[in-house]
């Protein structure tokens, strides 16, 4: 019997796989300022094709976010380079689909209580009770 693998077309890959990726995403994934100020987060669905050398040549959004959410995936995708292959002369586009998770950081907020006694009466105990909250 034939190797099983011979009779597939192959498909690029990324060296390093799906490690690989996830880590260059991390790296180069530059937050839109849109989406920042309006606390836009969630996953982008993208689908690539990409040609016989390991080119993206074409991405398209399939369930997107707003806030320039969009264009920063379709960005960090156009640049990612696949590994070429050789499929008996035949030069074959493959088409892969992709997840950009956009999640931003928690907000620094400090959160304390000031409590006030009132120490003119000795009989009776007065207390203020102030709460704050304040975003940094």
């Known amino acids: 019997m034939k190797n099983q693998k011979n009779k597939f077309v192959q498909v690029p890959q990324i060296a390093g796989g799906k490690e690989a990726l996830q880590k ?3 790296a180069n ?3 839109p300022e849109e989406a920042r ?3 836009i987060e ?3 669905y993208l689908t690539a094709e990409i040609d016989d050398n390991g080119k ?10 707003a806030g320039g959410c969009n264009d920063e995936a379709i960005r960090l995708i ?8 050789r499929n008996k002369g035949l ?23 000031l409590v ?10 007065t207390v203020k009770s102030y709460s704050y909250t304040i975003q940094i």
């Not at 993206?56 to 976010?65: N, S």
């Not at 992709?98 to 304390?112: G, H, M, Q, S, T």
């Open 24 to 26: 260059y995403i991390e």
């Open 29 to 31: 994934l530059i937050y």
């Open 37 to 39: 100020e309006k606390r």
């Open 42 to 44: 969630g996953i982008v």
């Open 56 to 65: 993206v040549i074409q991405v398209e959004i399939t369930k997107g976010l």
């Open 78 to 85: 156009k640049n990612v380079r696949f590994g070429g292959v």
């Open 91 to 113: 030069r074959v586009k493959t088409k892969k689909q992709f997840r950009i998770n956009f999640k931003l950081p928690p907000e620094n907020v400090v959160n304390y209580s």
């Open 116 to 125: 006030i006694k009132n120490d003119e009466k000795p009989q009776t105990e």
